[in-house]
Structure formats: C-alpha cells, structure tokens
C-alpha cells in the first residue's frame, strides 16, 4: 500500500472517530452509555459509508442515486448529534461548577429558621438569628456562583462552536481524501485493465499490430511529401506569376491571378514560351492561349492586345497610310 493511501485512510479514520466519539457524548445524555457507543458507531460509518457511494455513483453516472436520500438523512442525523454532543464536551472541558451542595446547604438552613421563628427562648432566638445571618451570606455566594456559570456557560458555548468548525474542517478534508482514494482506484483499476488487455494478446497479434502501426507511419510520410512537393509547385507558380506582372505592368493582372489559382500541375506550363510565340505571330489561336494558361476570353483577349505584332504600314515621308490595292479602270 503506498503512503497517499495511508493517509487518506487515516483522515477518513479520524473523522470516523470523532464523528463517533461527539455524537457518543449527545446520546449518552439521553441513553444509558453501553447503548450509546453502538448507535452513534453505527449511525456514523452508514453515513459516511453512503455519502462514499452517492458521491460514486455520481461521478460516474452524472445523477444522484437512492442512496443520495440515505446518506443526506444519516449525515443530517451525524450533523445533529455532533451539534449537541460538542457542547457536552465544552462543558466537561471548562468545568461548569453546580449550585447543588449550595441549595442543599441554603435548605438545611431554611428548615433551622422555620424550627425557631415562633419560639421565645433565648436559644432559640440565637439560633434564629445566627441562621438568618448564615442565610444571607449563602444567597449572596449563590449570587456570585451564578455569575461564575453564566461565564463558564459563555465560554463553553464559544469553545463549542470552535468545536463544530473543527469537525466541519475535518469532515470536509476527510470528504477530499475518499474522493481521491476513489480517483486512484478508478485509475489502479484502469491500469490493471490495460495491463490485462495488452497480456492477452500473442507474440504474433503484436507482431501484427507493429506492421500496421509501420504502415500508418509510412502512410503519414508519404502525404507529407506531397504536400511539400505541392507547396513547392505552388511558390513556383507565385515566382513566375510575379515576374510576369513586373513584365506586363497592369495589363497581365487578371492573367497573374489566374496562375496563381491553377493547379500545381499547370506549372510546367512556360508562360514565357507562349508570350514569345503570340509576339512572333506563329500563335494566334485564342483558344489555344486559353487552353495552355487556363484563360479566360478576357484576359487572351488582353495578352494578344498586348504581345500580338502589329499590322504592316507603309511610310512616305512623315505621314502614314495603309497600303490598298490599285483597282484598274473602267473601259470606256
């Protein structure tokens, strides 16, 4: 057993004891004690022993139980019989004196004064007389004995509920510690099952479960390689895209953005192959553009507007004119 179990065990212990020892002292006052030890024995471990399984019961299940009726009744009963049986104690600690000697004494001494209150000898008139003195001097020190308990009653109550908080403290650290003996309990039983489980199966059935954890490994290897191969594809695409917008200007933006949302495939495609080939007149299908860069009729439309030669002019001197056909005359 390890040490943690040994003290939880001991404070569960503690508060067990004294649970049974204050609720012992509140039904001694009304019991006879051989019948007071047992009940208050038997009243205190129920009540722990079914908050135990309510609370259980609770964290593995998420509702309460019937059992949560009977530990709150016991622990009610426990809580009750500790209340008065503090009290008791704080009594028995301080030591409350009693007025009984005195009122037994303040009797006798009535029943002198009654015996000589008619009576007209000298003796007993001094009888009477001495009594009555003796009578006054045992009221005034009943008087300051009355006091004396009055504070003594004061101080027990307050060493009383001193007591209660204690046993409050103590129940709760007792509450904490069978909560974690349960916690180490689920969790020893957890790894015995593990334990079992992993015992049950064969030299082969590891073997087996080995190679596939192998294949799943490789599995994982392979797609990070492709995704690094893809993302190596993609910053390509994003390299020649941005070279191409630096040679078109704003005229090849919408033809860059289409790049950039292609496939990794598409980037063998060589932008600067096709450009060289629409500047050199040898390509003028639009929908070949479009097929190889993945165009829209749009943005051919732009690249051609851009790349594609110009038509042939005739020059004479400074001005311009585009060469027509000669058409011969009429005949007359």
């Known amino acids: 057993m390890k040490l943690v179990r040994i003290a939880d065990y001991s404070l569960i212990l503690a508060s067990l004891l004294y649970s049974s020892y204050v609720s012992c002292l ?63 104690q704080a009594k028995s600690v301080t030591g409350i004196p009693t007025t ?28 009477y007389r001495s009594a009555s003195q003796q009578l006054k001097m045992l009221q005034e020190e009943k008087q300051r004995l009355l006091e004396t308990i009055e ?16 046993s409050i403290i103590l129940f709760l650290i007792a509450f904490v510690a069978s909560t974690l003996n349960s916690d180490s309990t689920a969790e020893s039983k957890i790894s015995i099952g593990t334990t079992q489980v992993l015992t049950s199966y064969t030299p082969q059935d590891l073997q087996v479960l080995q190679q596939r954890k192998q294949q799943v490994n490789q599995k994982d290897l392979q797609q990070e390689l ?10 390509s695409v994003r ?16 033809v860059a953005s289409n790049l950039t949302n292609s496939s990794a495939t598409d980037s063998s495609t060589d932008l600067e192959t096709v450009i060289a080939l629409v500047k050199s007149g040898e390509l003028q299908d639009r929908r070949e553009v479009m097929r190889r860069l993945k165009l829209n009729v ?35």
């Open 100 to 127: 009984e000697k005195i009122d037994q004494h303040i009797e006798e001494v009535m029943q002198t004064i009654h015996q000589n209150a008619n009576k007209k000898n000298w003796r007993n008139v001094e009888q």
């Open 226 to 235: 492709q995704r690094e191969l893809q993302q190596e594809a993609e910053y």
């Open 151 to 166: 504070e003594k009653n004061s101080e027990a109550e307050q060493l009383a509920s001193e007591f209660r908080v204690f």
């Open 26 to 88: 509140f039904f001694a006052s009304i019991l006879p004690f051989y019948l007071a030890i047992p009940l208050a024995l038997f009243i205190v471990i129920l009540g722990h022993h079914y908050s135990f399984f309510a609370i259980q019961y609770f964290k593995e299940n998420r509702k309460l139980s019937q059992a949560s009726i009977i530990a709150i009744a016991l622990m009610l009963t426990v809580f009750y019989s500790e209340w008065k049986g503090q009290h008791v």
């Open 239 to 254: 390299k020649v895209t941005a070279q191409y917008q630096k040679e078109t200007g704003p005229a090849g933006t919408n």
């Open 298 to 332: 749009i943005q051919a439309n732009q690249l051609f507007k851009k790349h594609a030669p110009k038509p042939q002019q005739a020059t004479i001197g400074f001005v311009t004119s585009k060469t027509t056909p000669k058409v011969a005359p009429k005949n007359a």
